[in-house]
T-cell receptor, first 109, second 116 residues
Framework: GQNIDQPTEMTATEGAIVQINCTYQ??????LFWYQQHAGEAPTFLSY????GLEEKGRFSSFLSRSKGYSYLLLKELQMKDSASYLCAVPPNTDKLIFGTGTRLQVFP | GAGVSQSPRYKVAKRGQDVALRCDPI?????LFWYQQALGQGPEFLTY????????KSGLPSDRFFAERPEGSVSTLKIQRTQQEDSAVYLCASSLLLGGRHNEQFFGPGTRLTVL
């Protein structure tokens, strides 16, 4: 089966750092995606990891450990606009994405 | 337009009615995907096309669900005899190619279907 786990909700303060974890067990692995989804809007691409290690892109970084089936998304210098759901997704093959339930992040002033 | 568009954005149907949801992918994108997203959940795969060929429909929940992409561009997801459990947001996504980073899927805003 396919299983992707991430926390349901997290809260943080403006300006802080937050780490959203994701663990996966899938029949195959063709990289790991993180998407951001604001309420009522389309998911938008944040990052893609296929090799172990940390990928940094501005305030957002994503880490992957394939041997542990683990990834995290790190958000620095949090802003109010970062309040959204963060979706971890794995394509077991080269096509469809298997998503976790999403982590709803609330940033407070 | 530059992105994936979907219509209608909102649809209210009475139980038993048929509905048709439309997706316009990004021009030139080979692959097109449909997902169903229940409230507070992540998207769940329904079906996908490579050009006009439907390569995987394993996620369609019942034979009341049907999708087509006859000319390899616009796609329609049809739900016959809608039931209350069909209420969800239906997301369409397209990608340039298959595999690796090129599998980045660009999502439309979704159609929120409410079945009364």
């Amino acid at each position: 089966g396919q299983n992707i786990d991430q926390p349901t909700e997290m809260t943080a303060t403006e300006g802080a750092i937050v780490q959203i974890n994701c663990t996966y067990q899938t029949s195959g692995f063709n990289g790991l995606f993180w998407y951001q989804q604001h309420a009522g809007e389309a998911p938008t691409f944040l990052s893609y990891n296929v090799l172990d290690g940390l990928e940094e892109k501005g305030r957002f970084s994503s880490f992957l450990s394939r041997s542990k089936g683990y990834s995290y998304l790190l958000l620095k210098e949090l802003q109010m606009k970062d309040s959204a759901s963060y979706l971890c997704a794995v394509p077991p093959n080269t096509d469809k994405l298997i998503f976790g339930t999403g982590t709803r992040l609330q940033v407070f002033p | 337009g530059a992105g994936v568009s979907q219509s209608p954005r909102y649809k209210v149907a009475k139980r038993g009615q048929d509905v048709a949801l439309r997706c316009d992918p990004i021009s030139g994108h080979v692959s097109l995907f449909w997902y169903q997203q229940a409230l507070g959940q992540g998207p769940e795969f329904l079906t996908y096309f490579q050009n006009e060929a439907q390569l995987d429909k394993s996620g369609l929940p019942s034979d009341r669900f049907f999708a087509e992409r006859p000319e390899g561009s616009v796609s329609t997801l049809k739900i016959q005899r809608t039931q209350q459990e069909d209420s969800a947001v239906y997301l369409c996504a397209s990608s340039l190619l298959l595999g690796g980073r090129h599998n980045e899927q660009f999502f439309g805003p979704g159609t929120r279907l409410t079945v009364l």
